[in-house]
């Protein structure tokens, strides 16, 4: 089976929505199967040990789902329009993985939730794929041969999926995706997949 980590950070919970619907494109693959993983949040107050576990929803991401994965979908919150810091951090202790290529020669796609419509997706998404870059994976998007990309009036681009939060969403809240973006989202998943089967040879 080709493994593929689908390795998100989220507060409010959008970007775990879009994870949910990415891991269903990536289990309609046939071959393939979805690994959810978050990373800790940081923070400056240093007394206080991060818990091992998470008090609930997917477990941490470690090193091991890095190497064992034959692809990678990764989603962030837009920060500025940037990534959000707890996904950076994990990325920034990566390069023990680096030197080694781990990540080298495998299919890796990317997700983001904005409050706004123009808030920054493109921009979050495009820099969320330089450390991949860097990684030596190969970066799939979204094609305009999905006629949904040409026609939806919220999230979805050609760089990743994604996610317009508006003013509604609310810490716990589970989030409201369109159809658009949940197809895309979905998509996204599926089209990651479908290369890192046929890449490993995992079928
Ligand atoms: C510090 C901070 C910076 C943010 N920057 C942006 C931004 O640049 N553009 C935007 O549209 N939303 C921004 N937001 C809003 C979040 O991107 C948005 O609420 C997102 O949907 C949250 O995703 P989540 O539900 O997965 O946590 C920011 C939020 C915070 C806390």
Not at 56 to 81: A, I, K, M, Y
Not at 170 to 190: N, P, W
Request: proline letters at 6%; glycine letters at 10%.
């Amino acid at each position: 089976m080709a493994e593929i980590l689908v390795l998100f950070y989220s507060r409010k919970g959008s970007t775990a929505e879009l994870a949910r619907q990415v891991c269903r494109g990536v289990e309609s693959v046939n071959g393939a199967r979805a690994r959810l993983r978050t990373v800790p949040q940081v923070t400056t107050v240093i007394d206080q040990p991060q818990p091992p576990v998470p008090a609930s929803g997917p477990p941490f991401v470690t090193h091991d789902d890095l190497r064992e994965c034959h692809g990678l979908v990764l989603g962030s919150p837009t920060r500025f329009g940037n990534m959000a810091a707890p996904l950076k951090y994990f990325l920034d202790g990566t390069s023990a993985l680096w030197v080694n290529g781990t990540l080298a020669g495998k299919p890796a796609g990317v997700f983001t939730s904005t409050q706004t419509m123009h808030g920054g997706q493109e921009t979050t998404l495009l820099s969320m794929m330089i450390p991949l870059l860097h990684h030596g994976m190969y970066i799939v998007g979204l094609p305009y041969t999905e006629s949904t990309l040409s026609t939806t009036r919220s999230g979805g681009s050609p760089y990743g999926a994604s996610h317009v939060a508006n003013a509604v969403a609310q810490e716990g809240a589970v989030a409201r995706l369109t159809d658009d973006e949940r197809l895309l989202a979905t998509l996204l998943g599926k089209r990651v997949a479908e290369l890192a089967v046929r890449l490993s040879g995992a079928s």
